[in-house]
């Protein structure tokens, strides 16, 4: 059973940054593929960026790439997201997400969830 708990959302202007942070409980951390999800009012939950248990594979959507950059410290068993020159359209809740296997960007395929935090950016 893992555990996970985001934080770090909130308003930011258009060409801001903010880094959200995924707290996870348990000792086998290293063992999960953790994935960061987002999800706009009426739409679905979008996969935004995954890395393997080592940090040694990384998947970025094509909408994050070159502006969001995922990282881990399996000592702190947290995940990161850092979001830099964030868009209106990036406004969502952002959900992380453990899974053991192999990677993906499919969310039905992540066994646990957080709660989300909200990020919203503004013109």
């Known amino acids: 059973q893992v555990q996970l708990v985001e934080s770090g959302g909130g308003l930011v202007q258009a060409g801001g940054s903010l880094r959200l942070s995924c707290a996870a409980s348990?000792?086998?951390?290293?063992?999960?593929?953790m994935g960061w999800f987002r999800q706009a009012p009426g739409k679905e939950r979008d996969f935004v960026a995954g890395?393997?248990?080592?940090?040694?594979?990384?998947l970025y959507a094509n909408s994050v790439k070159g502006r969001f950059t995922i990282a881990r410290d399996n000592a702190e068993n947290t995940v990161y997201l850092q979001m830099n020159s964030l868009k209106p359209e990036d406004t969502a809740v952002y959900f992380c997400?453990?899974?053991?296997?192999?990677?993906?960007?499919?969310?039905?395929?992540?066994?646990?969830w957080g709660q989300g935090t909200q990020v919203t950016v503004s013109l």
């Open positions: 997400a453990a899974k053991r296997g192999v990677l993906s960007s499919t969310p039905s395929r992540y066994d646990y």
């Open positions: 348990g000792r086998t951390f290293s063992t999960y593929y």
């Open positions: 890395i393997s248990g080592s940090g040694g594979s990384i």
